[in-house]
């Protein structure tokens, strides 16, 4: 069981907006910056989100990131073919000493 | 371009013991802590270890501590994952990864651990 929760799976038509959630604890997200990352089918992982809202250049502006007490959200606009994949939330751990993953969120787009 | 190349991974039986390289280019190597982070078949992301820049903080996951030994050798831009008493949970693909802030800018394209008799 993954010390950061995410549903299982997401869905939505092309141009729609979509939410994928990420719930930690006091000792993760509540005290921590939350990144998010999208992983292809076949590919490595790549960084969406830094410092729970920062885009890296070159990752378009439809995707953003928020975070509130212990849970963070990754939010998609303008919903395209190309963003079906799966998406991780992360956070440093500082009961753990370490970094936890959520479990991932498979995206589908219909 | 800034990359990472990992080598090492193949089939070992369980209890054996297998050694990850990772060597970073177009980059200032000894700048950065980097990690590894592993995939099994089907599953998600899971955090093995992480290393700083000098070697001075090192970290390991539970399920691995005591059993694996990350290492570096900046004047080869190389990183290390010394695997022992491997298990079948051990099988996986792993990534080695650049820190970067908060999370991990730069991965590489992983190699594949089988750990079966």
């Known amino acids: 069981q993954s010390a950061l929760t995410q549903p299982p799976s997401a869905s939505g038509t092309p141009g729609q907006r979509v939410a994928i959630s990420c719930s930690g604890s006091?000792?993760?997200?509540?005290?921590?910056?939350v990144n998010w990352y999208q992983q292809l089918p076949g590919s490595a992982p790549k960084v969406l989100i830094f410092s729970n809202n920062q885009r890296p250049s070159g990752v378009p502006d439809r995707f953003s990131g928020s975070k509130s007490g212990t849970s963070a959200s990754l939010a998609i606009s303008g919903l395209q073919s190309e963003d079906e994949a799966e998406y991780y939330c992360a956070a440093w751990d500082d009961s753990l000493d370490g970094w936890v993953f959520g479990g991932g969120t498979k995206l589908t787009v219909l | 371009e800034v990359q990472l190349v990992e080598s090492g991974g193949g089939l070992v039986k369980p209890g054996g013991s297998l050694r990850l390289s990772c060597v970073g280019s177009e980059f200032t190597f000894s700048s950065y802590t980097m990690t590894w982070v592993r995939q099994a078949p089907g599953k998600g992301l899971e955090w093995v270890s992480s290393i700083s820049s000098s070697s001075g903080y090192i970290y390991y996951a539970d399920s691995v501590r005591g059993r694996f030994t990350i290492s570096r050798d900046n004047a080869k831009n190389s990183l290390f994952l010394q695997m022992d008493s491997l298990r079948a949970e051990d099988t996986a693909l792993y990534y080695c990864?650049?820190?970067?802030?908060?999370?991990?800018?730069?991965w590489g394209q992983g190699t594949m651990v089988t750990v079966s008799s």
């Open positions: 990864a650049r820190r970067y802030i908060d999370g991990f800018d730069i």
């Open positions: 006091s000792s993760n997200i509540g005290s921590r910056t």
